[in-house]
């Protein structure tokens, strides 16, 4: 079965086995072992999905989920409406690359504390999440010495 051609049930095209992604459940008789779509139409496909509000919706939870941060984008939405639809901190609605705002939450217990852009994000946790090292970074930057 090593290359042999098969034809793309949706872009038509013959290729070799090895441009179709391996079949989990039963093949199909014209394609041993195999998805009936060639790697590249099932990208295009996959793509295509995650660009609509039901796909984006699917694909931001999952990520949430898989971060360990119980949010649905139905909360997340409620949450930014709430900041005026900016970061919590400095007020961004998105970060510089352009991209949606983070999900800010206490790593030791899972609680959300609000949506921040990127920056302000990695801010915190660059400071370990901890009060008293931002009030000596605060008190660095009004007087211009470490207390």
Known sequence: MDNCLITCTRCK???????????????????????SHCKECT??????YYRTPEGYKKKIEKSWKDKGISMTLAL?????????????????TKN?????????????SGVIRGILCHNCNVSLGRFNDSVSLMKKAIAYLEYGTAQ
């Open 96 to 108: 510089k690359n352009g991209t949606a705002l983070c999900v800010d939450h206490c790593h030791a």
């Open 43 to 48: 990208r295009k496909q996959r793509n295509d």
């Open 76 to 92: 997340y939405n409620e949450m930014l409406d709430k900041q005026a639809g900016g970061c919590a901190i400095c007020g961004a």
């Open 13 to 35: 095209r013959a290729l070799p086995d090895s441009e179709f992604y391996r079949a989990k459940s039963k093949a199909s008789r014209n394609n041993p072992g195999r998805k």
